[in-house]
């Protein structure tokens, strides 16, 4: 497994703050990053230097063509409705608070995912001798 960096703080910061100001949006950690879910999908977070985004196949295409990049954390390893912002997006002076808006309104179309039940230890009957 990858040892990867923490993001930095004031890109941090700039997250929370986007975040904070996109109705619906909840924040929570994914891998140690922050990010936000909508009905319990990923809509956006932070991966080492990077903000991403989940959008859907006609966004993704128009974003990647403003300079984008599809999202790879390990090599060979696409995770293929992710796309990475710029780092001249970065901002909330921007295009960003509109791109995060559109990854919600994506993840909250898709069907809501429930958290898992912890799994329960079967009960087993020894033998009695």
């Known amino acids: 497994?990858?040892?990867?960096?923490?993001?930095?703080?004031?890109?941090?910061?700039l997250f929370e703050r986007l975040v904070a100001g996109t109705p619906g949006a909840e924040p929570r950690k994914m891998f140690g990053y922050p990010a936000c879910f909508v009905?319990?999908?990923?809509?956006?977070?932070?991966?080492?230097?990077?903000?991403?985004?989940?959008?859907?196949?006609a966004d993704r295409e128009e974003f990647l063509a403003l300079g984008a990049s599809i999202f790879a954390p390990m090599e060979g390893r696409v995770m293929k409705e992710?796309?990475?912002?710029?780092?001249?997006?970065?901002?909330?002076?921007g295009p960003l608070p509109a791109?995060?808006?559109?990854?919600?309104?994506y993840a909250g179309s898709l069907p809501?995912?429930?958290?898992?039940?912890?799994?329960?230890k079967k009960k087993t009957r020894r033998a009695i001798h």
């Not at 809501?112 to 329960?120: D, L, N, R």
């Open 1 to 13: 497994m990858p040892v990867w960096k923490k993001s930095p703080p004031g890109l941090v910061s």
């Open 39 to 57: 009905n319990g999908n990923m809509a956006a977070g932070l991966f080492e230097d990077d903000i991403v985004l989940k959008l859907r196949t």
């Open 82 to 93: 992710f796309a990475m912002v710029p780092r001249s997006m970065q901002s909330l002076d």
């Open 99 to 105: 791109w995060l808006h559109r990854a919600c309104e």
């Open 112 to 120: 809501p995912k429930t958290k898992a039940k912890p799994a329960t």
